[in-house]
């Protein structure tokens, strides 16, 4: 029973990234129509955004302290953070502790500078070209931040922590009558959890009770019909694609204290991205969150012991095969609608 | 040609000269018979540096990469001579190789044995290398070894940890200076049980492939030989990029240990999703939980940041070691580039240090020449009565004295064990050694079951 | 000749031409030369450039005729170089048994993938085809590696041991893959002045391979099948409403590819006899789609030169390193020199990937039909300066291939 | 005892009720038009004659035989063919390609595997093609991208692509929706010449009520799923009923 109740606990908290994810990306395949295969990529820059606000804070001048020696011998340079000679040491030190969340607050305009960028400068000009066409330009696009990215960070992961009051793990299970140790769960995984869940429910309600969200509805449902009526739908598609920036950014900004960011930890994401988006149906919202949602928790359940011991190998292959018996059992994903996508 | 003299007045010039030789069909010749491949015949050598460039192992290709420009340098009498000077066996001149001027070439692994496989036939066919080394995991390490075992040149393994690359996969024109899986277990669980205590409950994530694999066999091995109880032993997917859902149930399984068999990115992953758990806070059988990471490295120990406090582990060398040679090479590299160069740096440097060494002894580039050399020696690493012990004997590399054992052409060294630094000085100051273990304690005999299964084979010489 | 038109038998003529004289093609600049560097003409490079270009025909086979993009072909090629290496553990080194199974079990597969793939469409399609070869990979990599079942030797590669049976192994035969005797590494090598040219036996049995399938994918390419297979693309509903089962269609068309694909991995074996698992990842299937698209999808050269430009980029581009460069601006004074280095630094070596990202966006921007378009564009060009009068329909009809790539 | 037979055809949608006892006889080498406004069940009623949607009672005969349960391309071999609302086309394609596959498909059946032999080698295909366009007057077209003609000239294309497979019964959905009025009476025109130079079988779905008044000799008024009234056209035009349901609405 715990052990269940462990599993249900880290599936909803890995579908939660991956809902985000797919949320952006069906954002983006609903309203503009557009495969972008470098949506993976956003979610890594909104990562080392993390990392940038993190380097910017730790900005920081050398003193030499002659009583302690480098490794070629020489003495020792202490490195102090700006910050600290600025506002103190004790304040200095939490804003640094604080840069993930700080962080969030640079990342969103950032995410959607470059989410407008995209669109306009790019993205725009494949609207009514082959989707095959939009993936390749895409992919060549995500190539091309991932090797920036790399060229300025490196190959090897970043750490960014979290700040050290959210640090460490609670016992939950003694909360509701368990033993000691027997559900504990990391407490930023929760932050990212109930972040997560924040951010979709925000979009849903940006969707469903603006005027502007009503208008990018109907443009989903029919792009010409709401053209014809005068609306300037262009505009608020480039908006869209911001804001489906931001929230792939976003995700990747609050999920670099659980894994520490990579320059490929788009790509990572990006094929199983895709299941999910498609699973969940192309251009279907509640689909993909649905879809998100579902295989984290049977990601988590296939990682059992119990699991892996009855087929050996489960946990490798499980996204896959659950895609291929969605695929095959309902020909359009969980939510999707007819004949998006289908030629 | 990636050659370093090549000027543009020189391409000019054989440009005219060529252009001469295509009006006179009479000067059409098959190129002769060499007495082996890519024999080099001018004033030059090119060594050939496979390492990552690109790829999720591409800063540790980097760090190769700075360690064979330096021993390039340092073997063409270039810089400060570095590990040359204080390396046992003083053939070298500092002259290039047998006075052949020393160039390389250098591909692109990707960390994948066919583009490993394809960027090493390249320069091989194309650049015509006399020896390829450097690498970063042992699937490249085994594919470029068997590869080129089949051409006929000389493999100087980069990093690689698995046992088969000097078991059942050895290959007689292929060398390992790196330390095994076996060795790490050896090491480590001595080091486990003393600070540990002999009662302990292990729980092993492992990386499912082939390393993962011997990693946990190895230190499975170990451990129970000393008393420990493995409660279970979960492979993880190697494209796994969370390990939540693996770490979460190890609290509750009654294990008072964690065990990671995860390298590069599992690792530095599985590491911080643990410490996440708050696994080490916890105590469990009445004892504090602890995790170790077998196999560690300094470039990912900085992935892991301020997890790997405390963590123990194995690693082949530590820049902060103070014998001569390490003394030495850490300044010539620290000078150069800036910082101190990590256990692949030093590992790729010996190689290309240990093969130029090796021909100069020989007095030729032939392959089966240079194995000679490199393993043919009767010289023995002292307390330790085997027949095996035997080979070439070294010192001044920075491990102490090095045996490069004739039977698998595998390197016994000591092997040291370390642990995350509580208070780093500086980023580069992450681990401690805790214990220098003596390489008769991770000495094995070359038919241990671990090792067992492959063929050694002849030298292959190409042509 | 052989039953095709003039314009055919022009392509490929000029495909036996340039496979033929390639190591000579290929090797334009002195041995000793900076320009060294860009020489493609030795063995294993010549062999990958046919290899990958087989494999990019026959995805094209399926991907430019019916417009079905597959996400797995990969795993084809995988399964085929499994199967030709276990014929070399098991009977012999010689290669012809070899490609024959790599082939018949790729087909195997592909009839099993492509009968489920098939049922769906659009990137329904092309993710239940991904699904399916990462599946496969995962497998392959890990637990079809396992002791006791050991299929693919996982990380490592399948590859021949010294103990492996070989039943039909003599000793007087090479200890290499060979064909009847002659070594498929054996190369003889060509000094003319300062030039050098290898003549590989690997990299012409692949070159006859090539112009055979080659040739066989004109002929389909040609066929009323073809043009079924083109019709799928244009219109299924039309299709189903002339009396036409699409389903059979498509999926011959996708057991043709996927046997075009095993017989690429069984040459990548008989080549190098090791199989890797990393064949199969989705990476390598997208990269045989950037291959189809880069060169020209639907065109009958398109896809060849594809395989060959990204073949070249990646061999080629990534060994360029510092020294190169350093030695290619020496002529400069040392600041300049520097500079130059500098600003080329990102895009060279290990920042190869830089590059070809760069550029496959800027063909897919400019050139939506590939560098097919490229070739056709810069003939309209010189074209029109002869005055002759423009051309209309030649859309499936690629001309002369452009001398770019390769 | 007509060419197709429809009898006691339901067929709901959840729980609309899309067609209700439908029941119609078309005569063999007549035209038979079916009217309705719209949400009548017009469509609904010809996927279920093409095998794109199964009724949930009731029987579809087509020359004695049934349709039921059969795969589109199987409903066409047995000698039904359609024309729909919008051209549907190979647009990739030439215009001679476009007549040459249906015509394969007549001789080859569903499926054939002929991946070696050459188009240009197919003179009987090649000739027959030329014949039905000559006949559709495009032959002079026949190189032309079929996706880049005018809407007529596709929609000709496509009755040509039907006509070239010999059909015995020919289905046409709002065969002149959404054309300019030159090209609907040219459209008329070739449909009354196909109906008196051919044994041919005519069933058309239709909107226009002057394109149906002069073509056919038949029609069967639907509306709310269920058919009104079936008469000659001399009658429809007179009928209260049919005035009120539908012609009324359209005035």
Known sequence: ?343 | MSKNDVTRRGVLKTGAIAGAGVALPTIFTASSAAAYVNEPTGGTVTLGFNVPQTGPYADEGADELRAYELAVEHLNGGGDGGMLNTFSSKALQGNGIMGKKVQFVTGDTQTKSDAARASAKSMIEKDGAIMITGGSSSGVAVAVQGLCQEAGVIFMAGLTHSNDTTGKDKKANGFRHFFNAYMSGAALAPVLAARYGKDRKAYHLTADYTWGWTQEESIKAATEALGWETINAVKTPLAATDFSSYIAPVLNSGADVLILNHYGGNMVNSLTNAVQFGLREKMVNGKQFEIVVPLYSRLMAKGAGANVKGILGSTNWHWSLQDEGSKAFVKSFGTKYGFPPSQAAHTCYCQAVLYADAVQRAGSFNPCAVEEALTGGDSSLPGISSAANKGFLFDGLGNGQTLYRGADHQCFKDVLVVRGKENPTSEFDLLEVVEVTPAAQVWYEPDHPMFAGGELGTCNPGA | MLGLNKKDTTLLLVVAVLTLFAPFILNPFPTDSAMAQFNAGYPDLMQRFIIFGIFAIGFNILFGLTGYLSFGHAAFLGVGSYSAVWIFKLFTYNVIPAITLSVVIAAIFSLIIGFVSLRRSGIYFSILTLAFAQMSFALAYSVLSNPKFNLTNGETGLQVYADDPQWFHRDSLPDLPHLFGLSMNSTYTLDVGAWRFDFNAGYYLCAVILMIVFFLAIRIFRSPFGMMLRAVKSNQQRMNYTGLNTRPYTLAAFVISGMYAGLAGGLMAAMDPLAGAERMQWTASGEVVLMAILGGAGTLIGPVLGAGFIKYFENIFSKINDTVLHSWFSFLPDGIEDFMVFIVHPFIGKGWHLTLGLLFMLVVVFLPGGLVEGGQRIARLLKGKKKTPPSDGEDHHPKKPPHVAE | MGILEVKNVNKNFGGLKALSDVNLSVRENSVHAIIGPNGAGKSTLLNCLVGKLIPDTGSVMFDGQSVLGRKPYEINQMGISRVFQTPEIFGDLTVLENMMIPIFARRDGAFRMHAYESVARERGILEQAEHVLEDMKMADKRHMHAASMSRGDKRRLEIGMCLSQEPRLLLLDEPTAGMARADTNNTIDLLKQIKEERDITIAIIEHDMHVVFSLADRITVLAQGTPLVEDDPQNIKGNPKVREAYLGESA
């Open chain 1, 1 to 343: 029973m715990d052990a269940f109740l462990l599993q249900i606990l880290n599936g909803l908290d890995k579908g939660s990234a991956y809902a985000l994810i797919a949320l952006g990306l069906t954002l983006i395949f609903g309203t503009l129509g557009v495969v972008n295969f470098a949506h993976g990529a956003l979610f890594m820059i909104g990562a080392f955004c993390a990392v940038t606000v993190q380097r910017i804070l730790n900005l920081s001048f050398e003193t030499l302290d002659l009583t302690q020696k480098d490794f070629l011998g020489n003495p020792l340079k202490i490195k102090t953070p700006y910050i600290e000679s600025w506002f103190g040491q004790d304040i200095g030190a939490a804003i640094i502790d604080w840069s993930v969340p700080l962080a969030i607050l640079f990342a969103i305009p950032i995410m959607v500078l470059i989410g407008f960028v995209m669109e306009r400068g790019l993205i725009k000009h494949f609207y009514k070209r082959e989707h095959a066409d939009q993936i390749l330009v895409t992919f060549g696009l995500a190539i091309v931040l991932q090797e920036v990215v790399k060229y300025f960070f490196g190959a090897n992961p970043i750490q960014t922590p979290e700040p050290s009051a959210l640090r460490g793990s609670v016992d939950l299970g003694m909360m509701i009558g368990f033993q000691v140790n027997e559900i504990v769960y990391p407490i930023w995984r929760l932050v990212y959890f109930f972040f997560s869940v924040t951010i979709i429910a925000g979009i849903f309600a940006f969707l469903q009770f603006t005027t502007f969200g009503m208008v990018v509805r109907a443009g989903m449902a029919d792009r010409e019909t709401v053209g014809l009526l005068g609306i300037n739908i262009d505009r608020r598609f480039t908006i869209m694609f911001g804001v489906a920036s931001a929230v792939a950014g976003l995700a990747g900004v609050m999920y670099g204290p659980l894994n520490p960011p990579n320059y490929h930890m788009g790509m990572d994401f990006l094929v199983l991205s895709f299941v999910v988006v498609v699973v969940g149906g192309m251009g279907s919202l509640p689909g993909a969150v649905l879809a998100g949602f579902m295989l984290g928790i049977l990601e988590s359940f296939a990682s059992t012991t119990w699991a892996t011991t009855t087929i050996p190998g489960i946990n490798q292959i499980i996204i896959y095969l659950v895609a291929i018996i969605i695929l095959l059992t309902r020909p359009r994903g969980l939510m999707g609608r007819k004949g998006v996508m289908e030629d």
